[in-house]
Each structure stands twice: as structure tokens, then as C-alpha cells.
């Protein structure tokens, strides 16, 4: 089974923190995302990395960034948070390549409160 | 942009009735489609997917899906709902060739035992 594992369920932080979410996955995937959850809002894509090192940005990266050192693991920084950015924060995988058509695999999430 | 159009924000139904959710999609080219499921504390798991043959799939659980191409629409349906079916349920789109995933809106099915 594939297991993409986030740091930390819950995470509360202030208004102009330095807020780090951490993601490992265990099977080797090509590709990693950073989604935000709201509801009504369904899910949106923050940042996208198709290789070590390699990123693109989604659809609000803004106030965001990324970082991907090693294959499995993938970060998303808030480099000051701000309470519009509140939210559950998924994490995915998936292979690279049409033969293994896109599935994504998904972490538990991470509820972030900034106050 | 392509985009992920789901019919109903919140559906209420009591068990044993019929569900229909609908999706449609805004993509000319060829897509591979899925419908994923958030349970209550739970992480969304793919429920089930369609790539290409038969335009009807089946999922997990009794769900399935069919596929319309005239219509853009990729509809999920289970005959008779059970109150663990109570859930939020995402469609989505992945034009093909592209490693990214357009998701809905969501639905949220709330299933009255």
C-alpha cells in the first residue's frame, strides 16, 4: 500500500510565523502536490513537483513555497502566515508516466489555524 | 482552463434510496476521470476511475460511474445508499499527458439511517 504521511494532524500558529508542513511518501513516485481544502471550495492546487528539486506552481501559490530535496519528501512553507491561509493542507503522490494514469495517493491532511 | 463542474454541494438522502451525483467537465482532448471519497476523519482515497473501454466503471462499495463523452459528464451512482456512505465526494479530471488533476467542488452526501 502506498503511504504518504504528514507530519502533523492539527497545527496552530501565529500571524507571521514561519510555518513548515512535511510530507514523505514510500513509493518511490515521480510526483508530489500540495493541495489547500475549504469548504465550497473543493481542492486547489498550491505547488507541484515533478522531480527533486523541480517545481511548478498551481493554481494559488501565492504566500507559498515549496521545497524538494529528496525524492520522497516534500515541503510546503508559509514563509509568514497569515489567517486567510487557515485551511487543511493535503499532500499526494503519483507516478510519472501515461501507463500509470495519474492516480493520486493522498496523506490524512494537516488542519493549520493561524491566529 | 480546463474545469470540474459537480451539480450539488450537499445531498441529503435517506438509506436504501438511489444516488446520482453528477459531474461534467470542460476538456476537448481525452481525460482520464476519477471520482474520489472523503469519509468523516478520513483521507480521500480514489473510489474509482475510468481511462478508456467500457464507459461504465465500477468502484468500491457498490459505486459506479459511466462515462459520457457526448456530454462531458462522468455521473457516479449506487443503486441503494447505506449510512457509511456518508461521505464528501470529489470528481476529477486529468487531461491526458498531464500529471496534474482538476478537482470539483465536492459533494457532501449525508446519508439519514
Known amino acids: 500500500d502506498v503511504k504518504v504521511t504528514q507530519s502533523s494532524r492539527y497545527l496552530v500558529k501565529r500571524t507571521g510565523e514561519k510555518v513548515f508542513l512535511e510530507c514523505v511518501q514510500d513509493?518511490?513516485?515521480?510526483?508530489m502536490f500540495w493541495y489547500r481544502q475549504d469548504p465550497g471550495l473543493g481542492l486547489r492546487l498550491i505547488y507541484f513537483?515533478?522531480?527533486?528539486?523541480?517545481?511548478e506552481k498551481g493554481d494559488i501559490p501565492e504566500g507559498y513555497s515549496v521545497s524538494r530535496e529528496k525524492k520522497e519528501r516534500f515541503s510546503l512553507i508559509l514563509e509568514s502566515a497569515s489567517t486567510n491561509q487557515t485551511s487543511m493542507y493535503l499532500c499526494?503522490?503519483?507516478?510519472?508516466?501515461?501507463?500509470?494514469?495519474?492516480?493520486?495517493?493522498f496523506g490524512a491532511g494537516t488542519r493549520l489555524s493561524v491566529l | 482552463a480546463q474545469s470540474v463542474s459537480q451539480h450539488n454541494h450537499h445531498v441529503i438522502l435517506s438509506e436504501a434510496a438511489s444516488l446520482e451525483l453528477g459531474c461534467n467537465y470542460s476538456y476537448g482532448g481525452t481525460v482520464n476521470l476519477f471520482w474520489y471519497v472523503q469519509y468523516p476523519g478520513q483521507h480521500l482515497q480514489l473510489l474509482l476511475k475510468?481511462?478508456?473501454?467500457?464507459?461504465l466503471v465500477k468502484g468500491i462499495k457498490g459505486f459506479e460511474a459511466e462515462f459520457i463523452k457526448s456530454k462531458f459528464s462522468f455521473n457516479l451512482r449506487k443503486p441503494s445508499v447505506q449510512w457509511s456512505d456518508t461521505a464528501e465526494y470529489f470528481c476529477a479530471v486529468s487531461p491526458y499527458r498531464d500529471d496534474k488533476i482538476i478537482f470539483g467542488k465536492g459533494t457532501r452526501l449525508h446519508i439519514l439511517p
Open positions: 499526494a503522490s503519483s507516478l510519472q508516466g501515461t501507463l500509470a494514469k495519474n492516480i493520486q495517493y
Open positions: 475510468y481511462f478508456s473501454g467500457d464507459p
Open positions: 513509493m518511490d513516485h515521480e510526483n
Open positions: 513537483s515533478y522531480d527533486v528539486k523541480m517545481k
